[in-house]
């Protein structure tokens, strides 16, 4: 997957958690999760963006390092919305996708730290 192609899913998975969670928002029970989950996905999308544009591969990681924190409360947040008794299929792709997500980048973390450790002259 190429950088843009995931730039473009992380937007994705922003867009669609943000339009799932707006209703959940007048929900006094479900306005807190549903605001957590909203911030955790747009966070997870423009952070990835950001280290898009990192000039050091140092910095790259570091802001991967933020967009992993992010996809991964993304996920608890909607664990704790469907434990709170929501069930659709948005809710569960959210998940599946904050899932997915987390593995891609855990998976670019590592790549980009053994690159950088090349670069630096380290086997």
């Not at 747009?42 to 910095?59: L, M, P, V």
């Not at 992010?70 to 299929?89: C, P």
Request: with cysteine.
């Amino acid at each position: 997957m190429t950088p843009q192609e995931l730039r473009e899913r992380t937007w994705q998975f922003s867009r669609r958690t943000r339009r799932f969670c707006v209703p959940l928002l007048y929900h006094v029970e479900h306005a807190h999760p549903a605001g957590q989950l909203r911030r955790a996905a747009a966070s997870t999308a423009s952070n990835y963006r950001a280290g898009c544009i990192a000039r050091t591969t140092r910095n790259f990681i570091a802001k991967l390092d933020i967009v992993l924190e992010e996809v991964d409360e993304a996920e608890f947040w909607s664990m704790d919305l469907q434990d709170a008794g929501i069930k659709n299929t948005e809710l569960d792709w959210i998940r599946d996708e904050a899932r997915q997500l987390a593995k891609i980048f855990g998976a670019s973390r590592r790549t980009a730290m053994r690159n950088g450790d090349r670069r630096r002259g380290a086997a």
